[in-house]
């Protein structure tokens, strides 16, 4: 139908632009904070580009819902603004033909964000957290540095080495203390040389003119000179992700029983569900009266967005600690918003009993 397709491409073009828009904001938000554990040494810029990707493809079971919801408040809004509405139901089209081709287009829209969020969601974490592990382990050799200090938390050891070589095959001005439940142990070499996965589970670090200082809690101070102190360093192993729940395939959550699994099985059914009904409370937000323009509403909208996805993710925090069982309440008085507001007998019998209401009072 010729007015089906008219309403499909004005919602269409605001949809696609404010989507484009969230994308970029969002993509470039992402990229300032792996760009600065790229200059820490902490990522490589491959695995900055593939984070940032990832991260994106992530975000966009929420990011197409807010571009639809924008888009139909826009594209209607300007129909309504430029009376354009008003000739469309002089014509003879009812709420119902101006809801149809919407409810196609959000319907469409929803089987993609269902697949982003029960498909890809989990392959996408997965790919995600294997980079960071990966990362997190070249790191330990790549962004060592001349003239700084690195800590290593796990261990706690810090080092500080005043020259490197390009390899690291020569290093001069070596500093390493360890602080644990057994004491603390100070080395200071004047050289030394670090030979890389020397063994499958393990790097070695060889020191050149080496001073040996340990304090221990309970027993005496141990004080050593070395012509050649050899460190074995263990080499880290990615964590493995696949207990998180982020991760796990869509059909093994659905019949978990743990809280974080419930919560994450259900926030993904409720990502279609959210685009259908952002898109059906779009339609009645979107209505204003002549010259009133098409952001009339707009300030409304947002609020509405924002209350409905804070309660959503306060349910799923929720969920998550086991205070409740199901997210499902939020989406049940969304829907139940969006078909009262939608029948504009109810506002108009509203707005009549207020009108009656202000001329007794007078």
């Known amino acids: 139908m010729i007015i089906d397709r008219y309403l499909i491409r004005e919602v269409t073009g605001p949809f696609v632009a ?30 900055v580009a593939a984070l940032t990707f990832l991260k994106a493809v992530i975000a ?35 709420e ?42 070249s790191s330990e050799i790549d962004r060592i540095k001349a003239g700084r200090f690195y800590s290593y938390a796990d261990s706690g050891r810090t080092i500080f080495i005043e020259t490197t070589g390009k390899m690291l095959d020569h290093l001069t001005g070596l500093f390493i203390r360890t602080r644990n439940a057994e004491g603390i142990q100070v080395i200071a070499a004047k050289s030394g040389q670090f030979l890389t996965a020397t063994s499958a589970s393990e790097h070695t670090l060889i020191l050149r003119n080496a001073n040996f200082y340990k304090r221990t809690a309970g027993g005496r101070d141990l004080f050593g000179q070395f012509d050649l102190f050899t460190i074995r360093l263990p080499i880290k192993q990615p964590e493995p992700v696949t207990n998180q729940a982020k991760v796990l395939p869509t059909l093994r959550l659905l019949h978990s029983q743990r809280p974080v699994e419930r919560a994450e099985f259900q926030w993904r059914l409720s990502t279609p569900i959210s685009t259908l009904l952002l898109a059906l409370l779009a339609v009645p937000l979107s209505r204003s009266r002549p010259r009133q323009g098409r952001y009339a509403r707009m300030l409304v909208a947002l609020i509405v967005y924002a209350l409905y996805f804070n309660l959503l993710s306060i349910t799923r925090t929720w969920v998550e600690q086991g205070s409740l069982t199901n997210i499902a309440p939020v989406p049940m008085v969304m829907a139940g918003l969006a078909i009262v507001w939608f029948f504009v007998p109810w506002r108009r019998c509203w707005f009549a009993l207020c009108g009656r209401k202000l001329d007794a009072t007078a």
């Open 18 to 47: 404010v989507s484009a828009i969230l994308v970029i904001v969002f993509v470039t938000y992402s990229l300032t904070i792996f760009l600065a554990d790229a200059s820490a040494g902490l990522l490589a810029i491959g695995q």
């Open 96 to 137: 119902w033909q101006i809801l149809k081709p919407i409810l196609r287009l959000a319907l469409s829209l929803a089987v993609l964000v269902g697949l982003l969020s029960t498909v890809i969601r989990p392959l996408a974490y997965t790919t995600s957290y294997r980079l960071r592990a990966e990362a997190k382990v």
């Open 60 to 94: 966009l079971e929420v990011l197409l819902p807010i571009g639809l919801y924008v888009g139909v408040l826009l594209g209607l809004g300007r129909l309504y603004s430029d009376s354009e509405m008003d000739a469309l139901r002089a014509a003879g089209v009812g």
